[in-house]
């Protein structure tokens, strides 16, 4: 091999590296659209059923139209818009029924999830999710809405990962996003109504109940607390 080939070739993966690294701190155009739309619709400052015009928002951030549909197909494929004939994009809307169908497979993967992740998960990872539910008490008694949301999603985002399932977070996410966007619209609209201290109790049981390492009374505090949450939630609709 001539020197200046084994020169290059040798330079050629430390170059890769520095431009992978340059990747993560620089998300593109896209993510940062995809981001900037999503954060309004979980803000509830776009509602569900919202139509989304791909034009005005090109025009209104100074893009192209072909970048803001590649940041909606983004937005489809994590639920939180759908694409409809002769509308095009808008924000996911859910009745009561397909909320009670979300929340039952949630139920399955979720509980699935906490057993794997007593097998999997060091106390270590699991004091993370400990963490977090410290700032979701302190949202619920400071009455702040949003951030309670934000950070009970993070809570089972780190959840999932926990399982070591990579499958399982993929899942969840897709299915669990637009559910939650559309609940925390919906608990802004009605003033609160869900008991939020209660909700950050049930996430501080679940996690001390990882860290006791007993698969099958994990299932059981886990199985107990989504039934909370479906009861809460689904209770919305019949008052």
Known sequence: MKPRIAAAES??????????RSFVRKPSMVDRIAEALRGLIIAGDL???DRIVESRVARELGVGQ????????????????VRKANQGCIVTSLT????????????ELEVLA??????????????KLVAVTGLMKAAAQAKDVQEFFKHDFRFHE?????????FLPKLLSQLMLPLL??????????NSQIDLAASAQAHVDIADALLGRNKEFARQIMQQKLQMFSDQHLGLYNK
Do not use: C
């Not at 330079?11 to 992978?20: D, F, G, I, M």
């Not at 780190?158 to 990579?166: I, P, Q, V, Y």
């Open 158 to 166: 780190t959840l999932w990962k926990l399982s070591g399932n990579s």
């Open 181 to 190: 966007a559309f609940l925390f619209i919906r608990n802004m609209r009605n």
């Open 114 to 127: 906490v057993e794997l992740a007593v097998e999997h998960a060091s106390d270590a990872d699991i004091y």
């Open 11 to 20: 330079r050629y993966p430390a170059k890769l590296a520095e431009l992978s």
């Open 47 to 49: 509602k569900p059923a």
């Open 96 to 107: 009561r029924d397909e909320i009670s169908q979300i929340l039952r497979i949630r139920g």
């Open 66 to 81: 072909p970048t803001v549909r590649e940041a909606l197909v983004e937005l489809e494929h994590q639920g939180l818009v």
